[in-house]
Each structure stands twice: as structure tokens, then as C-alpha cells.
């Protein structure tokens, strides 16, 4: 059986098939605590968690903060606006003040790729990386991934359309490690602008038109156009992309039926995804949400049970994993 012995999670590149696994298998017992009138589990009674959003978050912050709560965690919240980062401290030194306050967990959002690593090294605390410049975003990979098994019931072969601006998107690298290292096949799909050079040693295929990927694909990833990291001068305008790559209730008629439509969030709505289609029968966008607490829980549960040297000790009896279940009842996790 194969053990969290990790003091961080910095990115899903360097995750194996089996930790994935693991982690999914966690969030999966986890899920059940949100079903519940009080939703509490003493996991991380007497932890301290710390979150840094150094950049804008709705979706990642909240819940980080409901998942350390639902267990049972101490949060504490740096504001970069009413924080000494204003006053021109380093984020290293900010790090280090908070593990020498005996911190287990620093959550880390940053805009610049690599500063969870760099942080990582630096302390002793546990590190997770909550979305870095255009480097990564593990939680949403493991959101997405979570959600397409419990959609789909497994994830190897599936074909994955990822559409948009895949050259400054930290989810579609996270997902593009996740997706592949389980069995997926994934297509990426955009402006020739927006896809980096090379993305094929990813395990990716490019294709720079929506229709073919669009009819063959099981799953499509839609993202934001990042306009904060100057996308107008990638493309022409925006009204051009949404007419190539926006996804509407009239493309979607060239999809399989059972297509599931997701988005990490936050939606340019009439831009990558019109409405009808953001709120349609295919989205699984709010699903994402829900199971984000559940796959945070678990990430915050197993680092923490590797910083405190018990990462494989018997978890309380309500929160045990029940394994996934394919819709045939049998167990399969992809
Ligand atoms: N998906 C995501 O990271 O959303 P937020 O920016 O709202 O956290």
C-alpha cells in the first residue's frame, strides 16, 4: 500500500500514479464529512494552518479555510494588504515568521512561478502549493480529477479536450500531469498564441481547430482567458476567440451527449463559455467547487500526518476511505 510521505505538495509533475491515487482515495472518505449535519472530524485537532494568498482567490482560498476548519485545524490568515509584505518584507522572511510561530502548514498562493518551492526549502513547515504564476495549481488538478471520476467513473481512456489560453493556465499544466500519468489522452486546443511551444512532451496533442477534438472528446476543459496577464495582445480580440474557441450551445451540438463541460473558475462569461452553457445540463462547474473542500481536506490531512512523521496511522473510524466505484460496482479508480 503505498504511503504520503511528502512534506509538500509543490505540483502534480512530480506525483506518482499510486500518490495520486492516494490522495483521491482520501478525498473520496473526506467527502462524506460535508454530507453531514456537523460537518467536523478532529483530523488536524491542535494543527495551525496558514493561508498566503498573495493573489486574488475565491474558489482555492474559501476553501482551503473550510477544509482545515472541517478538520478541525487552527486557520491563520495573511492579507498581503494588512501584512508586513507592505512594508517591504520579503516573502521568505514572512515564511519564516510564521513557522517560528509553530505553524505545521503554510497554503501558498503567489504570482510568481516557483516561490512555493522556494518557501518549501527555506522551512520546516509543510508547503502547499495553492496556484504559482503559469507553473501549477495541484488542488485544481486534483479537483478536476476527482471530478471526472466521480462523473465518469474512471479516467484512463478518456479523451480530454483542454480549450483556451493554455500558455499562461497553471490548471491546464496541472491537469495535463494529473490526466496523462492516469491514462488520459488529452488534447489541448487554442490559438496557436496561446499554446506553448513543446507542449507535446507534456503527453499532449495540439490541435489548433475546436471541431474534431470538440466531437471525439468525453470531457472538456474550458479556460479563462487571463486577461491580468495581457492575453489582448495574443489574440486579435476577444470577440475572434469566443467565435473560434468560446463554447457555445451551438458547438456543443457537435459533442457527444454525455460530454461533461468544466471550468476552474472564475468564468469570463460570454467570452470562453456562454451562459446558456456555464449554467446548461453538461456543466459540472459547481461540482468542482463542492469537491474542492473534499480533495483539500485530504491534501491538508496527508502532509500534515507526513510532517508529523504518521502519515500511514489509522485515520479516525469516520473518516476512512471508501473506495470509488465504477457504474458497473466495480472498484476502478481509472
Ligand atoms: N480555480 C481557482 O483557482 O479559482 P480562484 O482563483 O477563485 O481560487
Request: with cysteine; charged share 25%; hydrophobic share 40%.
Amino acid at each position: 500500500m503505498t504511503r504520503w510521505t511528502r512534506k509538500d505538495l509543490l505540483g502534480l509533475e512530480e506525483l506518482s500514479r499510486e500518490e495520486l491515487l492516494l490522495i483521491l482515495d482520501q478525498a473520496k472518505a473526506f467527502q462524506q464529512v460535508s454530507l453531514r449535519s456537523i460537518k467536523k472530524v478532529p483530523a488536524l485537532r491542535g494543527k495551525t494552518v496558514a493561508l498566503c494568498f498573495l493573489e486574488p482567490s475565491t474558489r482555492t482560498r474559501t476553501s482551503f479555510e473550510l477544509a482545515a476548519k472541517r478538520l478541525s485545524a487552527d486557520i491563520l490568515q495573511i492579507q498581503p494588504s494588512s501584512s508586513s509584505l507592505v512594508k517591504g518584507e520579503t516573502v521568505l522572511d514572512t515564511a519564516r515568521a510564521i513557522e517560528a510561530m509553530q505553524v505545521e502548514i503554510v497554503v501558498i498562493r503567489h504570482s510568481t512561478s516557483g516561490v512555493p518551492a522556494m518557501v518549501a526549502r527555506a522551512i520546516r513547515s509543510s508547503v502547499i502549493n495553492a496556484g504559482d504564476g503559469s507553473h501549477e495549481h495541484p488542488t485544481q488538478g486534483l479537483v478536476d480529477l476527482f471530478t471526472i471520476l466521480e462523473k465518469k467513473g474512471r479516467i484512463e481512456g478518456l479523451n480530454v479536450l483542454i480549450v483556451g489560453d493554455i500558455l499562461h493556465s497553471r490548471v491546464a499544466r496541472s491537469n495535463l500531469w494529473g490526466l496523462t500519468r492516469l491514462g488520459a489522452k488529452v488534447t489541448v486546443c487554442g490559438p496557436p498564441t496561446l499554446i506553448p511551444t513543446g507542449i507535446e512532451s507534456f503527453g499532449a496533442k495540439v490541435s489548433y481547430r475546436l471541431e474534431e477534438p470538440l466531437g471525439a472528446a468525453d470531457v472538456l476543459i474550458a479556460l479563462r482567458l487571463q486577461m491580468e496577464r495581457q492575453q489582448e495582445k495574443y489574440i486579435p480580440s476577444s470577440r475572434e476567440y469566443t467565435r473560434l474557441y468560446g463554447i457555445d450551445r451551438e458547438k456543443l451540438k457537435g459533442a457527444k451527449p454525455d460530454l461533461i463541460l468544466m471550468h476552474p473558475g472564475p468564468v469570463n462569461r460570454g467570452v470562453e463559455l456562454s451562459p446558456e452553457v456555464a449554467d446548461g445540463p453538461q456543466s459540472v462547474i459547481l461540482e468542482q467547487v463542492t469537491n474542492g473542500i473534499a480533495v483539500r481536506m485530504a491534501v491538508l490531512y496527508l502532509v500534515a500526518g507526513a510532517h508529523s512523521g504518521s502519515a500511514d496511522s489509522p485515520v479516525d473510524a469516520a473518516v476512512h476511505p471508501e473506495p470509488f466505484e465504477s457504474p458497473q460496482g466495480k472498484r476502478s479508480l481509472t
